[in-house]
C-alpha cells in the first residue's frame, strides 16, 4: 500500500532528523493538496555543519530501509537541502532562509500532522 509506505518514510525520516536534534521540525501531509507528495517534512538546523548531518541521517537511515532519493539539492551551500523521495519532500534549512521562504505558509494548505500519526 503506497500510503503506509509514505508513512514509514515519514516516520524514518522524521526520526533521524530528531536524532541530529533538527529544531521546528514540522510534518505536513499534503496529499489532498498536491500530486507532489504525500508529505512535506521541514526542518532547521542551525548551521552549515548540522544542516549536512541532518541531511545525511535522513539518506542513512532511508537507505537502510531501501528508500533512494530521486533527487537531492542544495547539499554544499546546505542553505536549503531538498531531499526528493517522491512521496516525502524534505527541506532542511538554515534559520535565516526558513524565515525568508516561509513554506509553511505557502502550504498552510496542507494538514500539520504529528508524528504519532505517523505510527503504520
Do not use: C
Amino acid at each position: 500500500m503506497v500510503e503506509n509506505n509514505s508513512k514509514k518514510m515519514a516516520k524514518i525520516a522524521v526520526d533521524a532528523l530528531e536524532e541530529k536534534k533538527a529544531k521546528d521540525l514540522k510534518l505536513l501531509d499534503i496529499s489532498d493538496v498536491s500530486v507532489l507528495a504525500d508529505y512535506f517534512i521541514i526542518a532547521s538546523g542551525s548551521n552549515r555543519n548540522q544542516v549536512q548531518a541532518m541531511a545525511d541521517e535522513v539518506e542513512e537511515k532511508l537507505g537502510k530501509a531501501g528508500f533512494t532519493p530521486k533527487q537531492v539539492e542544495g547539499y554544499q551551500t546546505a542553505n536549503w537541502i531538498l531531499m526528493d523521495y517522491q512521496d516525502i519532500i524534505i527541506h532542511i534549512f538554515d534559520e535565516e532562509n526558513r524565515l525568508f521562504y516561509d513554506l509553511e505558509r505557502i502550504w498552510r494548505d496542507g494538514n500539520l500532522i504529528e508524528k504519532i500519526d505517523l505510527e503504520v
